[in-house]
C-alpha cells in the first residue's frame, strides 16, 4: 500500500521559513518523480514544484520561484519542500503527490499517489 505522510507545517511569520518532509512507503521512492501542490482556502489546488525521479532535475511554479527548493533523498524515502522568505499568499494545505517512472509533470492528474498535506499559515 502506497503511503505518503508530509510534515512540517506551521504558523510563521512574514519572511520566516520552514522546511516541508514528505515520507513514502509501499514503493520504490527512487523510481517515483515526487511534486508539491498547495491549496489555500476557496482555490484551486494549484502546483508548486517537482522533481524527477531519474536525475533529480527540478521546475517550479513562477510563484515560488527563487524561494522555494525541492531535493529529495532517496536513501530516506524523502522529499522535502526548503521554503523561505514565506509571504501571507503562501498560507495553505501543502500536499506532496507522486508518479512512478514519470516525467516532471504540473497538472494533478499525472500523480496517482497523494498525501493528506500539512497546513503552512504565514501572518503578516
Known amino acids: 500500500q502506497v503511503q505518503l505522510v508530509e510534515s512540517g507545517g506551521g504558523l510563521v511569520q512574514a519572511g520566516d521559513s520552514l522546511k516541508l518532509s514528505c515520507t513514502a512507503s509501499?514503493?520504490?521512492?527512487?523510481?517515483?518523480?515526487v511534486a508539491w501542490f498547495r491549496q489555500a482556502p476557496g482555490k484551486e489546488r494549484e502546483f508548486v514544484a517537482t522533481i524527477s525521479w531519474l536525475r533529480a532535475n527540478t521546475y517550479y511554479a513562477d510563484s515560488v520561484k527563487g524561494r522555494f527548493t525541492v531535493s529529495r533523498d532517496n536513501a530516506k524515502n524523502t522529499a522535502y519542500l526548503q521554503m523561505n522568505s514565506l509571504k501571507p499568499e503562501d498560507t495553505a494545505v501543502y500536499y506532496c503527490?507522486?508518479?512512478?517512472?514519470?516525467?516532471?509533470?504540473?497538472?494533478?492528474?499525472?500523480?496517482?499517489?497523494w498525501g493528506r498535506g500539512t497546513q503552512v499559515t504565514v501572518s503578516s
Open positions: 503527490a507522486a508518479r512512478t517512472y514519470g516525467p516532471m509533470a504540473t497538472a494533478i492528474s499525472n500523480y496517482d499517489a
Open positions: 509501499g514503493l520504490t521512492f527512487s523510481s517515483v518523480t
